[in-house]
């Protein structure tokens, strides 16, 4: 399978008010839309097979946010015993800044949780200041850095982890 970095979209558009949103298990017949997403998003790109793969494997978990009928934005993370990496969040570009990354993510991580998930790790530019601010309203915080991390452009990710999780 091809290496797939974690990669965040930030999020302009409609107010949350004004979204009828459904978030639920994405599918072999999102792919075509979320392969579009992608391409808007990142400057490199998943490929059709790696999607296809993680969709084959048990280990990964992938949400799709359905507007109206269409994939608005999709989501997704891989794990390994307790821990989750979030790998993959985007939302179409007139869609963003509209809350639909935020429920995308909690999903994604109430998900995890309720599946004994009890820390989420991601990376993110670290310029990229609207993600970074929703992960923090998340509770993410910054744990340490990747120098380089990124391409074009070349630039360090952060890497930012959720705190333990305590069900007292």
């Known amino acids: 399978m091809e290496k797939a970095e ?3 979209a930030g999020e302009p558009g409609q107010t949350e008010s ?4 459904r978030i639920r298990p994405m599918s072999l017949a999102d792919l075509p839309t979320v392969l579009e997403i992608e391409k808007e998003c990142f400057p490199a790109p998943w490929s059709e097979r790696i999607f296809r793969d993680v969709l084959d494997l048990d280990y990964y978990h ?5 507007l109206d ?5 999709y989501c997704g993370y891989i794990r390994s ?3 989750a990496d979030i790998a993959n969040i985007a939302v179409r570009g007139s869609l963003r800044r509209s809350g639909i990354g935020e429920k995308l993510l909690r999903k994604l991580m109430d998900d995890g949780y309720r599946a004994g998930v009890e820390r989420f790790s991601l990376e993110v530019r670290a310029s990229n200041a609207p993600a970074i601010a929703l992960y923090e309203k998340l509770g993410y915080r910054q744990e340490g850095l990747r120098r380089g991390y990124y391409e074009n452009p070349r630039e360090d990710a952060l890497i ?4 333990e999780r305590s069900d007292t």
């Open 6 to 8: 974690g990669r965040t």
């Open 18 to 21: 004004s979204l009828c949103l």
């Open 62 to 66: 992938f949400l799709t946010a359905i």
């Open 69 to 73: 009928g269409e994939v608005a934005g």
């Open 81 to 83: 015993f307790e821990t």
């Open 160 to 163: 930012l982890w959720t705190p």
